[in-house]
T-cell receptor
Framework: GAVVSQHPSWVICKSGTSVKIECRSLDFQATTMFWYRQFPKQSLMLMATSNEGSKATYEQGVEKDKFLINHASLTLSTLTVTSAHPEDSSFYIC?????????????FGNGTRLTVT | GENVEQHPSTLSVQEGDSAVIKCTYSDSASNYFPWYKQELGKGPQLIIDIRSNVGEKKDQRIAVTLNKTAKHFSLHITETQPEDSAVYFCAASMGSWGKLQFGAGTQVVVTP
C-alpha cells in the first residue's frame, strides 16, 4: 500500500490565487521530503528538498517565494503555490524516505494535478 | 552534476516477450540506481533498485544489471503482461540519501 499520501489529487484554481498541497508520510517519520514537478510526457524535475524544522533547499531556477514549502512535522510537508499562473499548471509530486540508514528507498505520493485557469 | 540518459523513449512489445530499457550515467560517484514505474495520473512506484557493489539483482520477472566500468545499467522485464504497460524511469544518486537524477523515461506498451 501507499506509504506517502498526497492531497488533493487534483485542483483547479483561478490565476492569482494560492494553492496548498499536502504530503504526508504514513506510519513512518520523514525528516526529509522532496517536491518534484512533472510536465506532460516529461521526466520528474526536483524543485526542492524539504527539511523538518528548517528552511527548504531549492533547486536552481525555482523561485522560493513562489513555491513556499513548510515541513512543520516529521510526517507532513506542504507546498504552497502562491499567486498561481497558467504556466504553473503541472503535476506536483512529493516523496519521502522510509527508514534512516543508507539503502532506504524513496517513495512517492500519487501526485497533485494543478490546473490554473 | 549527474546526467542520466535513458533509451529507448518508447518500447512496444508483444505479450510474453522481454523488454529491456537502458540507462547511462555520467558521475562515477553515483552508487544507487532505482527504477520506477509510473502509470497514467499516478506517482512513480519503486519496482527495483541496485547498489554499485552489486552487478545484478532480480525480483520475479524484473531484473536490473549494472556495469560500473561502462557506467550503464539496464532494466529487464521478462514474460511481459499488459499490466506492465507504463512509463519507466531510471535514476541515479550518490547514496540512497542523495538527490535522485531521473532519466527521461520509457513508455512501454505491451500488446496482447
Amino acid at each position: 500500500g501507499a506509504v506517502v499520501s498526497q492531497h488533493p489529487s487534483w485542483v483547479i484554481c483561478k490565476s492569482g490565487t494560492s494553492v496548498k498541497i499536502e504530503c504526508r508520510s504514513l506510519d513512518f517519520q520523514a525528516t526529509t521530503m522532496f517536491w518534484y514537478r512533472q510536465f506532460p510526457k516529461q521526466s520528474l524535475m526536483l524543485m526542492a528538498t524539504s527539511n523538518e524544522g528548517s528552511k527548504a533547499t531549492y533547486e536552481q531556477g525555482v523561485e522560493k517565494d513562489k513555491f513556499l514549502i513548510n515541513h512543520a512535522s516529521l510526517t507532513l510537508s506542504t507546498l504552497t503555490v502562491t499567486s498561481a499562473h497558467p504556466e504553473d499548471s503541472s503535476f506536483y509530486i512529493c516523496s519521502a524516505r522510509r527508514g534512516q540508514g543508507d539503502g532506504s528507498p524513496l517513495h512517492f505520493g500519487n501526485g497533485t494535478r494543478l490546473t490554473v485557469t | 552534476g549527474e546526467n542520466v540518459e535513458q533509451h529507448p523513449s518508447t518500447l512496444s512489445v508483444q505479450e510474453g516477450d522481454s523488454a529491456v530499457i537502458k540507462c547511462t550515467y555520467s558521475d562515477s560517484a553515483s552508487n544507487y540506481f532505482p527504477w520506477y514505474k509510473q502509470e497514467l495520473g499516478k506517482g512513480p512506484q519503486l519496482i527495483i533498485d541496485i547498489r554499485s557493489n552489486v552487478g545484478e539483482k532480480k525480483d520475479q520477472r524484473i531484473a536490473v544489471t549494472l556495469n560500473k566500468t561502462a557506467k550503464h545499467f539496464s532494466l529487464h522485464i521478462t514474460e511481459t503482461q499488459p499490466e506492465d504497460s507504463a512509463v519507466y524511469f531510471c535514476a541515479a544518486s550518490m547514496g540512497s540519501w542523495g538527490k535522485l537524477q531521473f532519466g527521461a523515461g520509457t513508455q512501454v506498451v505491451v500488446t496482447p
